[in-house]
């Protein structure tokens, strides 16, 4: 089904139903995030009773925006909306939602990794950000666009690019992102708060971090480590910490880096951020996960000694093979070559 009559089915049901709910993925980010925000206001609009219901509280700093209220943490209820809209979910159990097998389902997501379960299904992976898709979705469905509405998806679009230093910055990202200045998105503003507000103890935080690096011996892949007991020892729950691997992947040389993140005893959450010709999205699937190109991620079990000997000897071997390289995306260079 082409992009077009995909948007065209999914503004025929938003505009055909009363009740909608939006959801997004367990440890929700900055996209999934102010792209819900965005989306509720839009259905708003549209004169929809809209809510935005997630399992997983927001992560600094985005638990600090004044329109944190507006979401809910916890379960959908079983009944009670004509449409659940689900950002960046790569299937149901993504979104941590357990009732809502009954409800007709819209998936939007820009990961190639998804299993394509909705209703409809909208898979972009050559979008910079869902933020990004719904820009498209707006206009398809001839919204009259606020600042508000404007500020929430450049936010999602800077926030799931680095500012636009990822490889997922690509000149539709920088074209939506001008027009969003133009319609009342504030960019200073925006950066600043993403970017410049953290608290002593993230930044403490950083620090304990990087002080696990650990480099291979041909100095391509970086590890790092966040345990529980740092984040317990600084009172931090929920934290973004997609500056601290940004940090690390900017060693020269290094081409990947694994952020091990304890969730649990002998449970770690890693992260993968690539550059270069590594393709993170293959490596995690390797190991039962996925996600981007140059940004994905897996669950390991198993001590902890045991993991950062092992898994990094096993993502140097997968990293030597062809298909580990990054799939050409349409529009953009090789990066093989």
Request: glycine share 6%.
């Amino acid at each position: 089904m082409t992009r077009n009559k995909i948007l065209r089915k999914i503004r025929d049901k938003i505009r055909s139903s009363r009740r909608i709910v939006i959801t997004s993925h367990l440890r929700p980010d900055g996209d999934s995030i102010c792209t819900s925000l965005a989306l509720e206001r839009m259905f708003r609009l549209l004169g929809k009773k809209a809510e935005i219901i997630n399992n997983d509280p927001l992560p600094l700093p985005f638990s600090q925006m004044p329109e944190a209220g507006r979401i809910r943490i916890g379960q959908i209820p079983p009944q009670g909306f004509d449409l659940a809209v689900l950002l960046e979910c790569a299937s149901v159990a993504r979104s941590g939602q357990t009732n809502i097998d009954g409800y007709f389902k819209i998936n939007i997501d820009h990961h190639h990794s998804n299993d394509s379960y909705a209703d409809i299904n909208w898979v972009d992976p050559s979008a910079s950000a869902v933020g990004e898709m719904v820009f498209d979705l707006a206009e398809e469905l001839k919204i009259k666009w606020t600042p508000e509405i404007a500020g929430h998806l450049y936010c999602a679009i800077v926030s799931d690019t680095g500012c636009f230093q990822f490889s997922n910055t690509t000149a539709k990202a920088l074209e939506v992102s001008s027009r969003l200045i133009k319609l009342g998105a504030r960019p200073i503003k925006i950066t600043e708060f993403l970017f410049n507000t953290n608290p002593a103890e993230k930044i403490k935080l950083l620090g304990q971090v990087l002080s696990t690096l650990k480099m291979n011996d041909s100095g391509d892949i970086a590890t790092i480590t966040m345990f529980k007991s740092f984040l317990d020892a600084l009172r931090l729950k929920e934290i973004d910490t997609e500056d601290i691997t940004t940090l690390a992947r900017s060693i020269k040389n290094v081409e990947m880096v694994l952020f091990f993140k304890e969730i649990d005893p002998q449970t770690f959450r890693i992260s993968l951020r690539s550059k270069g010709r590594s393709n993170a999205a293959a490596v995690a699937e390797h190991f039962g996960g996925g996600g981007h190109v140059h940004a994905a991620g897996f669950t390991a079990h198993g001590p902890y000694d045991r993991l950062i000997e092992e898994i990094p000897k096993q993502v140097e071997g997968l990293l030597k093979k062809k298909k580990f390289f990054p799939r050409q995306a349409k529009g953009l260079p090789d990066p093989r070559t």
